[in-house]
């Protein structure tokens, strides 16, 4: 027994991760593949429909197709891709400051990707409120700038760019500390070579020597952005306090699959809406990949 564990030292060292892996994500995915497939309210027996959910999803759901893609497309162009050229902007700005302002620094930006749900409603809910004691309520009333509160939660026109305001307030996460230590890791000798070279400024300095040496960071952080955006469900939800959110305007495609899953209880059509989600974030990050792969072969 023992020259047989001395031999297969990795299979015992793997099973634990295999494990948990196929327990937490491989069988949960399969298992909503197979329910996408069917009619299933969570009561009685899954009921095989065949494509009539994808069918559904494309031709017949409106709310998916009218508000929930292009709330997700815009939330996803504004959070991931600004939230991700933001987090390598402070990443590079951070790292030109010396050791213990830069520290502190890193830890007031990170911190809001830490809250939850909880948080967001007690700060940002004190301020976008919709009556008169609403820190902007009360602020635009004093200028005259209003004449009545406005019920920012509540409106269809400022729920989704409120979303977006508070999502980019909390994107300093994994991805911008990864990019910060890629940046300060970096080779302090090719900086010289590139100013021999003819690097003359900070934008070549960034375009030329930095990115290509985090590059490996930057594919973590996008990953990571893209996988924020298709999962980012709770904003809209707590700050308006409703799913479905009002007339839909901050409804995102996870709080869609939550609403047919766990209000309308129709599992099957909401295991359709998770693998189309799955679908759409493997796209993504074959895309990223392309972009921040490595170029060698």
């Not at 959070?79 to 830890?107: D, E, H």
Request: charged share 10%; hydrophobic share 50%.
């Amino acid at each position: 027994m023992k020259t047989w564990f001395k031999k297969h030292t990795y299979i015992v060292l793997m099973a634990p991760y295999v494990l948990l892996f196929s327990t937490f994500i491989l069988i949960p995915v399969i298992v909503s593949v197979g329910l996408s497939f069917t009619y299933f309210n969570s009561v009685q027996m899954p009921e095989f429909t065949g494509l009539s959910n994808y069918i559904q999803l494309i031709t017949n759901d409106d709310v998916f197709m009218q508000k929930v893609l292009p709330n997700t497309l815009i939330y996803g162009l504004f959070v991931g891709v600004g939230g991700y050229v933001l987090s390598f902007v402070m990443a590079w700005s951070l790292a030109q400051v010396t050791k213990v302002p830069r520290t502190i620094l890193a830890v007031i930006l990170y911190s809001p990707s830490l809250t939850g749900g909880v948080l967001l409603s007690v700060v940002w809910g004190v301020i976008f409120s919709g009556d008169a004691n609403g820190y902007l309520n009360a602020l635009l009333l004093k200028w005259n700038w209003i004449e009545t509160p406005i019920l920012w939660l509540q409106s269809e026109k400022y729920l989704l760019p409120i979303m977006i305001i508070v999502s980019l307030w909390s994107s300093m996460g994994v991805g911008f500390l990864s990019m910060l230590a890629g940046i300060l890791n970096a080779d302090e000798e090719i900086y010289e070579a590139g100013k021999i070279d003819g690097i003359r400024n900070r934008f070549q300095e960034v375009i030329y020597i930095t990115i290509p040496q985090v590059m490996p960071q930057m594919l973590f952080g996008a990953i990571m952005a893209i996988t924020g955006t298709f999962t980012s469900s709770g904003v809209g939800t707590v700050l308006s306090g409703s799913n479905p959110t009002p007339g839909y305007a901050g409804q995102l495609i996870v709080n869609h699959m939550e609403d047919f899953a766990f209000i309308r209880m129709e599992m099957g059509y909401a295991s359709a809406i998770a693998v189309a989600r799955l679908i759409a974030i493997r796209l993504c990050s074959n895309v990223v990949n392309r972009l921040f792969g490595e170029r060698g072969d």
